[in-house]
């Protein structure tokens, strides 16, 4: 099973609101992500937790807090957001397997379509 | 300097015809895993095939086969026998593995690929 669940699937909030995105994974991955992708553009990394600590922050503003209570939750937590961060969020996690380099399949969710008003 | 090239922005073809995506990647270490993925206008990112730096022998799932020329380093996405279902957006991306590069994925810009009836 290679599912990676995220609610909601669509989100809209005004700029004072405080809202949150979950995202599940029960693979057993150690290794959980959050990613920015605006229409017609790559995914851009925000966070990646590994072993349930906050490994990598690509410099990301602080109106954007990521939390991993356990290893198959993560959340990300949206407080002042600005028009700008409308965007598809997407969650994604991997084994963090570092026996053989390269393979680290990262397994996504079907993402959630945030507007910001 | 771009990691990852995708030259064909938009590309159609025939259903039941065979396609080729390009891919090239750029990077100075010996161990790196090459991916392909596909995202639907639904927007989940699907994992579609994995290329290891060290593997003696393309990659195939179904009716993905993965042209991997390390010299020219180039991993084209070949998909036989197109479907309509197979209309979508396709990204190569690239994990290098060395510890320094965390566990990030670098994406290509992608290509749209359109399946005619």
């Known amino acids: 099973d290679t599912e990676v669940t995220q609610t909601p699937k669509h989100l809209v909030m005004g700029m004072t609101n405080k809202k949150s995105l979950k995202c599940e994974q029960h693979?057993?991955?150690?290794?959980m992500y959050w990613y920015k992708q605006k229409a017609k553009k790559p995914p851009e990394l925000m966070f990646v937790?590994?072993?349930?600590?906050?490994?990598i922050n690509e410099s990301v503003p602080s109106r954007f807090s990521p939390e991993c209570p356990n290893s198959s939750l993560l959340n990300l937590h949206l407080h002042a957001l600005q028009p700008e961060d409308s965007a598809l969020y997407l969650c994604?996690?991997?084994?963090?397997?570092?026996?053989?380099?390269?393979?680290?399949?990262?397994?996504f969710g079907p993402g959630t379509r945030l507007t910001v008003l | 300097a771009q990691k990852i090239t995708q030259t064909q922005p938009g590309m159609f073809v025939q259903e039941k015809e065979a396609v080729t995506l390009d891919c090239t990647y750029d990077t100075s270490d010996p161990s790196y895993g090459l991916f392909w993925y596909k995202q639907p206008s639904s927007g989940e990112m699907i994992f579609l095939i994995y290329?290891?730096?060290?593997?003696?022998q393309n990659a195939t799932e179904g009716r993905y086969s993965l042209n991997f020329q390390k010299a020219r380093k180039s991993a084209n996405l070949v998909i036989s026998a197109s479907q309509l279902g197979d209309s979508a957006m396709y990204f190569c991306?690239?994990?290098?593995?060395?510890?320094?590069?965390?566990?990030?994925?670098?994406f290509g810009g992608g290509t749209r690929l359109m399946v005619k009836p």
């Open positions: 937790y590994s072993y349930e600590k906050l490994s």
């Open positions: 991306a690239m994990r290098e593995g060395t510890n320094n590069a965390g566990n990030m994925l670098t």
């Open positions: 290329q290891g730096s060290y593997d003696q």
């Open positions: 994604a996690s991997s084994q963090e397997s570092e026996t053989l380099a390269g393979v680290d399949t990262q397994y």
């Open positions: 693979m057993g991955h150690r290794a």
